[in-house]
């Protein structure tokens, strides 16, 4: 069985999880999902990151341990992500056993690429990252994410050997067409490590919340080092489940991550002689209403708000369908409000209301009709998720929901008898169906909805063939989509 391996970057707990976060596990969970329905075997990852410096600072703002902080708000990211129907397959926590072990065992296993060393400079606390003077001086010593005036840390440290791997790096760039996307990224981190690398300082001193540091009782390991290494421990790093699973097919990221990923983990990797992830993707940020998402702007909206405002499809539709995955977005309340009613309910719930009315409480038998199943191209929409475009995707399978609404209104079927009406009524309880199956990974629930109703089976891609629809009763139920006033 073929495999397929997907990550998502874990979330600093440092806050509560926003719309922001829940854009890249939505995507996630539907790649995942697509995988699945396709028979294969398939691993999806995500989680939250629980050291460093600004986790030990937010624990003390707000009065709690650091283990009490992280605890209580890696929960909340896990009850978010369970409201909006995130299928994951491990959700890891830094602070596990099992990470912490593995963190050491991989230091220790590229012992030869650390030495010991002195470090002065720029820090954000908000990033976990050092600033060279020409990148802190081109933002006027400001983070250009947080907005905040950088730190000046002098410490003792360990590096590890960045700089050796540059050429390794650019080699395993060339040879690996999708090992970064999209291209326009690959440009980026390609010039940029084509300028130089530093040595990375992987210690830090001044502060006791991490994991120890195995070379160096005084010392903890560097959060990013840490982090970066929870993608081998999800899949039980080293053991048969991880050679089964690894590489990772794909990892999720967003921009602001895309060197740590796409430089400093393989670098590591390559170090520790383990192969790097076949593609790193680099996806843009999610605004609300055209503002980086921001505790200070006070419009981190919770995605278990808004499922529990308009239900969980509603959220991973909108954002599904308004973002070009990889390029920024934008979020906004009532743009999610118009696509509900114009889309959701107008197009795909009328659909199914109509045509379980005009059955009258079971599909009848007849043959699909060729003159509207040949609208759809499956091809066409397999294309586009497995090259990571599923706004395209999804907007192909409406193309197709549209002409399906259409066929209802030129054939009027409530005016024919006997063949003519039951080929007309078998075929549309049959598009109902392809269409159900390829809009499981995106709308799961109101999927399963259609298929209880309609008593279709569980959704795979190789019953997407028309002329297998069942002659069965069709359920009562409640309408798919109300309308939002």
């Known amino acids: 069985m073929k495999k397929f391996y997907i990550t998502t970057a874990i979330d600093y707990v440092n806050a509560n999880p926003h719309i922001g976060h829940a854009y890249q596990k939505i995507i996630a969970d539907v790649l995942a999902r697509w995988h699945k329905m396709q028979g294969e075997d398939v691993f999806f990852a995500t989680g939250t990151d629980e050291h460093g410096l600004k986790i030990s600072r937010s624990a003390s703002e707000a009065k709690l341990s650091e283990k009490e902080f992280v605890s209580k708000i890696s929960s909340n990211f896990k009850d ?22 593995a963190v050491q065992k991989f230091i220790e296993i590229i012992n030869k690429d650390i ?8 820090y954000c ?6 600033f060279s003077e020409s990148e802190a001086k081109s933002e006027n010593y400001t983070c250009p994410i947080h907005k905040k005036k950088l730190e000046r840390i002098k410490e003792e440290t360990y590096f590890f050997k960045l700089s050796k791997y540059q050429k390794q790096l650019l080699d395993f760039y060339k040879k690996n067409p999708k090992c970064i996307m999209p291209e326009s990224r690959k440009k980026e981190i390609i010039s940029r490590v084509k300028e130089g690398l530093s040595d990375l300082s992987i210690t830090r001193t001044t502060f006791s919340w991490g994991i120890p540091f195995p070379l160096d009782k005084k010392h903890v390991t560097y959060v990013w080092f840490d982090a970066l290494i929870n993608y081998l421990t999800s899949v039980k790093w080293p053991s048969k489940e991880y050679e089964k699973y690894w590489p990772a097919d794909i990892h999720l990221l967003g921009k602001d991550n895309s060197w740590f990923h796409c430089v400093i983990w393989p670098a590591m990797l390559i170090s520790a002689g383990i192969n790097p992830a076949k593609t790193v993707f680099v996806h843009g940020f999610l605004t609300v209403n055209n503002q980086k998402i921001s505790k200070s702007l006070g419009n981190s909206i919770s995605p278990a708000f808004l499922v529990d405002k308009y239900s969980a499809d509603a959220l991973r539709y909108f954002i599904l369908r308004n973002v070009s995955f990889g390029e920024d977005g934008n979020f906004s309340e009532n743009s999610l409000k118009e696509r509900y009613n114009a889309e959701l309910a107008n197009k795909l719930g009328n659909l199914v209301s109509r045509v379980v009315g005009l059955c009258k409480g079971s599909i009848p038998k007849g043959n699909s009709d060729s003159s509207i199943t040949s609208e759809l191209n499956l091809s066409e929409i397999e294309n586009y998720l497995n090259n990571y475009a599923p706004d395209r995707a999804l907007e192909k399978i409406f193309e197709f929901i549209d002409k399906c609404n259409e ?15 039951n080929n007309i009524l078998y075929t549309l309880a049959d598009c109902i169906r392809i269409i159900s199956i390829l809009l499981w990974p995106f709308i799961p629930s109101s999927s399963e909805k259609i298929n209880n109703q309609f008593d ?5 891609i190789k019953n997407a063939i028309f002329g297998l629809a069942k002659s069965t009763k069709i359920k009562k139920a409640d309408i798919l ?5």
């Open 407 to 421: 066929y209802v209104q030129q054939k009027q079927p409530w005016k024919l008898e006997g063949d003519e009406k």
């Open 481 to 485: 989509f109300k309308k939002i006033e």
């Open 456 to 460: 279709f089976p569980k959704p795979y």
């Open 115 to 122: 030495y010991k060393g002195f470090y002065e400079g720029l």
């Open 125 to 130: 606390v908000g990033c976990e990252a050092f």
């Open 80 to 101: 978010a992500w369970k409201k909006l129907d995130i299928d994951y397959d491990r959700f890891i926590r830094t602070t596990d056993s099992d990470h912490e072990k």
